[in-house]
Structure formats: C-alpha cells, structure tokens
C-alpha cells in the first residue's frame, strides 16, 4: 500500500513510538503474546491474553495512543477471556504505519482480514473510543460477525462538542509552536478527570509531535446503514468525558440500536479511564459478555 500516507515525521519518531508501547506493555499486569496477522492494507501485529482456549473477545483500541493503554483497561477479563487486541493500522504501534480512512469501508476491511487470518468468522467485539467507531464501520459492513459489541467511551455516535474540539486543536497547535510538555499535560488532564496516567501523557506527547496526528473520527453512524445488525449492544459512557459525554452518547445509542441492551455510566470518569473506573467497568462488562445485560440504565 505504497501509495498510502505513512504516519511518522521520522524514523526517530517511530523508535520513540516502539519504546514506548514496550515500556506500557511491560507494565501490564498479565502476560501478553505478540503476533503478526497479513491484511490487505500491511501487516497487523496483535498482542493476545488470557487462556488460548477461553472464549475470544476481540478489543479495539483508542486512537492516538499505544495498545496496551487501553488494553490495560480490561485486564481482569483475561483471567477467563482470550483477549486479542489489534494496533490499529495506521495509529501509533507495531502495525503497518499507513493512514487509512474512517469515513469508508478500510477499516472495517481491515479488522475483517484480521479476524479471517485469526480463523474468527464472528466474535464478541469490544472497542474504546476510536475502536467503538471501527466496530460500528464493521457492523455496517459486516453485520454477522458481530455476535456482541461493547462499545466504551465510544467515538461513531456524536460529533464531540465543539468547544471540547476546540480547546484540543488549539492545546495540539500551541504545542507544535512552544514544545511545553505543561500542554500536553493539561490534555490529559481534562481528558482523564484530573487523574493523569504518566504513560498516557508520554503516547500522547509523541503522538503530537511524532505522527501526523490522526484528527478523522469515525464518522457517525446511521439507522439505515445498521439495519441488518441485531447483536446485543452494550453502550459505556464516561460521567466527564469532555469527547463523547453520556448526554449525547446515550441518546443517540437508544436512537439508533433496537438491540442496545445496556448503557451504563461511569460516575466520576474521563476519557481516559484511571484504574478504578477500569475495575467497575470490567464488572459490568462480564455480565454483559456472560449475556445477563446489566438492565437499560445505570
């Protein structure tokens, strides 16, 4: 896909990327394996959890920032779960540095050449943030090998309000000018609630200054592009998400899914989710995936 944009200013920036995700994936609190899968679009590499012959669940990362950030996110579950979390192609990681669209089929392609290499015709599909909108993209795309979607904190259903949008370009530009980490800092500040986590701060630095930063959301979704996808929906929206916040999330999930069996709110939480609003949300996500649904409100 070499007529494809790559994402890196240098090669520098890239190894800072790879030092980086190593660093977050040793922290982990669980051991991970690493793979390369072949898509259409270049290689993909995945790290996978829990015990080979669990139940697979297929997690989608965040954009913008390394893996094993979000990965980290739901820990507990591979105690009993197969968790398989792909790099996003195109975002910062270990997978193809080639920038493809959210506004079309690419990276719903893309997941669905993953998953055929992974000999997964459907699965049980958990996406953060930018991950919930490429699970949206797959849903449209391919309705039936979505057999259950989670769907965190999730880019694809609003527009993130303005000011929010706002507020992030001019953080991002005025960083590109002055190189003051301080900015940086304050980003992920607002986005966690006030509870920073050092690593985020450090992906998010590099990806303001080492990649062409990723500012395509997935576009949003439609009723009419959804209509052939029944599975369960569980919708997690974050009391102070300044991106997605529930007021917006919530209402526009019951519009468009029939099938949304569960929206939950997680009190006190940002964007990026600290440890505690982790451990609450993997509780309500296994009684999601064991198929009890958690009732249509928090």
């Given at each position: ?57 297929l997690i989608l990362q965040g954009g ?12 507990p579950l591979a105690d009993r779960y ?164 529930p007021d917006r999330v919530i209402p ?47």
């Amino acid at each position: 896909m070499g007529d494809r944009p790559g994402i890196y200013r240098s090669k520098d920036a890239e190894a800072a990327v790879h030092r980086l995700y190593d660093v977050a994936r040793a922290r982990l609190p669980f051991g991970t394996e690493s793979r390369f899968v072949a898509t259409r679009f270049g290689a993909t590499h995945l790290l996978l959890a829990g015990p080979g012959d669990g139940p697979p669940v297929l997690i989608l990362q965040g954009g913008n920032v390394v893996n094993p950030l979000t990965l980290a996110w739901f820990g507990p579950l591979a105690d009993r779960y197969r968790l398989v979390a792909p790099d996003t192609i195109g975002q910062p990681g270990r997978s193809a540095p080639v920038r493809l669209s959210a506004n079309d089929a690419s990276l719903a392609e893309w997941i669905a050449d993953v998953m055929d290499a992974l000999g997964l015709p459907d699965v049980v599909v958990v996406g953060a943030s930018y991950g919930a909108g490429i699970v949206l993209r797959l849903a449209a795309l391919s309705p039936g090998r979505v057999n259950r979607a989670a769907l965190i904190v999730p880019a694809g259903l609003s527009a993130i309000p303005t000011g929010s949008m706002a507020r992030l370009g001019a953080a991002y530009l005025a960083d590109r000018v002055t190189r003051r980490r301080s900015i940086v800092e304050d980003v992920v500040r607002r986005l966690s609630a006030g509870q920073p986590d050092e690593l985020m701060v450090e992906s998010t630095l590099l990806a303001f200054r080492g990649t062409k930063l990723d500012t395509e959301m997935p576009r949003l979704a439609t009723a009419q592009e959804l209509a052939g996808f029944h599975a369960p929906v569980m919708i997690v929206a974050a009391e102070r998400d300044p991106l997605f916040p529930p007021d917006r999330v919530i209402p526009a999930a019951r519009r468009l899914f029939p099938n949304l069996v569960s929206a939950e709110v997680l009190r006190d939480a940002g964007h990026m989710l600290s440890a505690q609003a982790a451990l609450t949300l993997t509780v309500l996500l296994r009684s999601f995936l064991e198929g009890a649904g958690v009732g249509p409100e928090s």
